[in-house]
């Protein structure tokens, strides 16, 4: 231990200040169990975080639970479905009559803002800005995070259980010895380039679709702002596409003029090159170590599952670490990795399929099958039924 370090000591502390972490940290509190949160960034940069936009049914009905649905209720856009689109097709998709669950647009920035006020008016012990954060013992009862805080401090957390909550980079994934761990990646040869525009959705539900010249999206953050994506090279420079380019190719791709639709621009006040991966760490448990969120599993965005499935794992592992810390009983503990991967694998490969369905590869063997899976889609039932079943969530704990 650094000389004059201040040490605090909680039942969880959690690594990690997104919407995992916050939640976990709203669900212990609501069950009587104390944590406290380190994050490496600020408040204001966590909240401003542009990343996902769809909820899953299983989401929304969990936060409204939790008591953190009043604003979601008020300023969410409830979808039916999606369209599904090749050139000169466009299919609607209506979840809510094939598996009777819709899905909710509502930006990951605001879910985050919602626990953040949520957790403030609770009195959570947050420490922002925090640099060197580093987790330890966690094969021993008593584990514990160091890190320094934003005015140089040495500081130490003495806890009963560690939750990882960091995402891809951070410290937790990281603590867990190659010894312990299995991991699975797959690279897509592919990127989004995303872009956010000040300007009213031209569709009153997301467009998925496929092109000769690369996928393409049409979704929404609200009533006035736009949420567009365009598949691009890996590596791609976001300097090389200007707006007017971005423009156009968004509206041959997403079919501007076909039957009479309109994609209409507006002034881009966001642009970034997401590339696209699959990634799967398990066990999600190590000692006292638990890994939720991005900090256990990465999937492409195609399928909206990456913030879905943080929410499913914490609504495991918030009973589980009730039941050890409260009743001394290990078994939903030493049943959440298995139990959450269960949930991780099915998303893990519905995104694939979404993915791998929608985008060019650059061989005209796939471009076919791809053509007949999507009409398929279309057409069948039975497929439209599959993929809203698990666009639109399957049952936590699945």
Not at 13 to 32: D, E, F, K, T
Not at 317 to 340: G, I
Not at 342 to 351: A, Q
Not at 374 to 381: D, F, G, N, P
Request: hydrophobic share 40%.
């Amino acid at each position: 231990m650094e000389p004059d370090t201040a040490v605090m000591r909680t039942q969880v502390a959690i690594v990690g200040a997104g919407p995992a972490g916050l939640l976990l940290s709203h669900l212990l509190g609501n069950a009587g169990v104390e944590s406290v949160i380190v994050e490496t960034r600020s408040r204001a940069y966590v909240e401003a975080r542009i990343r996902a936009g769809i909820l899953e049914q299983s989401s929304v009905d969990l936060l409204h639970e939790a008591g953190l649905g009043e604003r979601l209720a008020r300023e969410g856009d409830e979808h039916r479905g999606i369209y599904l689109q090749w050139p000169h097709e466009r299919h609607h998709l209506d979840f809510v009559d094939l598996v009777g669950r819709s899905v909710t647009v509502y930006g990951q920035t605001e879910v985050t803002k919602d626990l953040g006020r949520a957790r403030e008016a609770a009195g959570q012990e947050i420490r922002y800005e925090v640099s060197g954060t580093a987790v330890h013992d966690l094969d021993t009862d008593h584990p514990y995070v160091t890190f320094t805080g934003p005015d140089g401090t040495h500081e130490r957390i003495d806890a009963d259980v560690i939750v990882g909550c960091d995402g891809s980079f951070g410290p937790c994934r990281a603590a867990v010895p190659d010894s312990a761990k299995r991991t699975w990646e797959r690279t897509y040869p592919y990127s989004w380039l995303g872009v956010l525009a000040d300007v009213a959705p031209s569709t009153d539900e997301l467009i998925y679709a496929w092109h000769p010249d690369g996928f393409a999206m049409h979704s929404m953050r609200s009533a006035t702002v736009s949420r567009l994506y365009l598949q691009v090279p890996n590596g791609t420079d976001v300097a090389e596409w200007s707006d007017d380019r971005i423009w156009e190719a968004l509206a041959t791709r997403l079919g501007h003029g076909q039957d009479g639709w309109t994609l209409t621009p507006g002034p881009i006040t966001e642009k970034s090159v997401l590339p696209m991966r699959s990634f799967v760490q398990q066990p999600m448990r190590h000692g006292r170590l638990f890994l939720a969120g991005d900090a256990a599993h990465i999937v492409p965005p195609t399928g909206a599952k990456g913030l879905n499935l943080a929410v499913a794992d914490v609504a495991l592992l918030a009973p589980a670490l009730t039941a050890l810390l409260r009743e001394n009983n290990p078994k939903l503990a030493n049943a959440y990795s298995d139990t959450a991967l269960r949930r991780v694998w099915r998303c893990t490969h519905f995104s694939w399929w979404m993915t791998t369905m929608l985008h060019q590869s650059g061989d005209p063997f796939d471009q076919q099958l791809q053509l007949s899976q999507l009409r398929w889609v279309a057409t069948s039932e039975a497929a439209r039924t599959g993929l809203a079943e698990n666009y639109a969530g399957l049952p936590i704990g699945f």
